[in-house]
């Protein structure tokens, strides 16, 4: 597959980075509280970088995920190409008789509406006053 790989935008690699500092020095600080030294706020400050961190860190491997299931899906549907097609085909035979049957309904119904001339025997609208074929009154 000759498939040309386009390059991540490096804003990635640097968030990537970013995120995983964050974490380093969030468990760092909560590492400093748990060990005694420093206070409360070393908790909060430690808590706060391990999860933005995460968030960044997760968010900068989402155009890898998106890449990966589009990725996915594109071999599936590959893989499947000949059994997709079958399956495509043999829901047009079923669905074919069905799509006939309702186009002759429907044809039935707008026919319905019609009656035959007292006169000529003609098939005209039900509501017709004159026979659009002898000119004879339907009244
Ligand atoms: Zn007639």
Do not use: W
């Amino acid at each position: 597959m000759s498939e040309q790989k386009p390059k991540l935008p490096k804003i990635y690699l640097v968030l990537r980075i970013f995120g995983s500092l964050l974490m380093i020095a969030g468990i760092a600080l909560i590492i400093v509280k748990a060990v005694g030294a420093g206070g409360y706020e070393l908790m909060v400050g430690g808590n706060f970088c391990l999860v933005f961190g995460l968030v960044v860190l997760v968010g900068s491997f989402v155009p890898n995920m998106q890449r990966i299931e589009i990725k996915t899906k594109r071999y599936i549907l590959h893989e499947n190409k000949e059994d997709l097609a079958d399956i495509s085909n043999q829901t047009a035979e079923v669905i074919s008789p069905a799509v006939m049957g309702v186009a002759k309904s429907v044809k039935e119904g707008l026919k319905e509406d019609q009656k035959f001339c007292k006169e000529c025997g003609a098939q005209i609208d039900s509501d017709s006053k004159f026979c659009p074929n002898c000119g004879k009154s339907q009244q």
